[in-house]
Nanobody
């Protein structure tokens, strides 16, 4: 059974950078599958942030984070990272990673992911 867990959240000022990590167990990052990143801000629905597909090592991003966020994988540590730069107040949310095997057209859909972490809080505030 695949399990995932997030770490690295915190309180940062606008314009700062932060790296979140998603530790994966029960699955090797070279196999077919993907890790998606989602976030949920207070009073809002959870939204997709990005995804990395392991079979072809392709990454996808929401327009709101494109150019600021980067997803990468570390095969040695079996971990996926979400590097966030130029953080804005509106990036404040609980960030989740999730394991699944979505098609390229479906990476944004939560139902494509079967294992979810507990989330890590990211707060961007001056």
């Amino acid at each position: 059974q695949v399990q995932v867990g997030e770490s690295g959240g915190g309180l940062v000022q606008p314009g700062a950078s932060l790296r979140l990590s998603c530790a994966v167990s029960g699955f090797t990052l070279n196999d077919d599958g993907a890790i998606g990143w989602f976030r949920q801000a207070p009073g809002r629905e959870r939204e997709a942030v990005g995804c990395i597909s392991f079979a072809d090592i392709v990454t996808y991003y929401a327009d709101s984070v494109k150019g600021r966020f980067t997803i990468s994988k570390d095969n040695t540590e079996n971990t996926v990272h979400l590097q966030m730069t130029d953080l804005k107040d509106e990036d404040t949310a609980v960030y989740y990673c999730a394991f699944g095997d979505p098609p390229a057209s479906g990476w944004r859909h939560e139902y494509q992911y079967s294992s979810w972490g507990q989330g890590t809080q990211v707060t961007v505030s001056s």
